[in-house]
């Protein structure tokens, strides 16, 4: 079965950092494309990120822009999710998704899209 596996999630104070890592089990990233979805408490799950198999391509839901950066090392299994400046409203459970397409640029935001699922990590922004 393929699973992403997420970790770095935690309890932060408002405008601190973290970093969340998603590695595979069971499978390699090479033609994955990655992405970031996060599922607050009575919400929607809803996109944050998104890194082609390339790394070229990359995309922001607007709440992560300006503070959220994707980054992808195949040699290492690995996509982080680099988490600055962050705010109560990012309080969710986040989760990692891989697609697996030839296109090389391509970002997928569309949840329907993933068949690959984590089981998500907590992330809690709170003083």
């Not at 996509?79 to 459970?93: C, F, G, H, I």
Request: aromatic share 12%; hydrophobic share 35%; glycine share 8%.
């Amino acid at each position: 079965q393929l699973r992403p596996v997420e970790s770095g999630g935690g309890l932060v104070q408002p405008g601190k950092s973290l970093k969340l890592s998603c590695v595979p089990s069971g499978f390699t990233l090479d033609f994955f494309t990655v992405t970031w979805f996060r599922q607050a408490p009575g919400k929607e799950r809803e996109p944050v990120s998104c890194i082609s198999i390339n790394g070229g391509t990359s995309f922001y839901s607007n709440s992560a822009k300006g503070r959220f950066t994707i980054e992808r090392d195949d040699a290492k299994n690995t996509v982080w999710l680099q988490m600055n400046s962050l705010k109560s409203e990012d309080t969710a459970v986040y989760f990692c998704a891989a697609f697996h397409t030839t296109v090389l640029a391509r970002c997928e935001m569309n949840p329907r899209e993933f068949n690959a699922w984590g089981r998500g990590t907590q992330v809690t922004v709170s003083s």
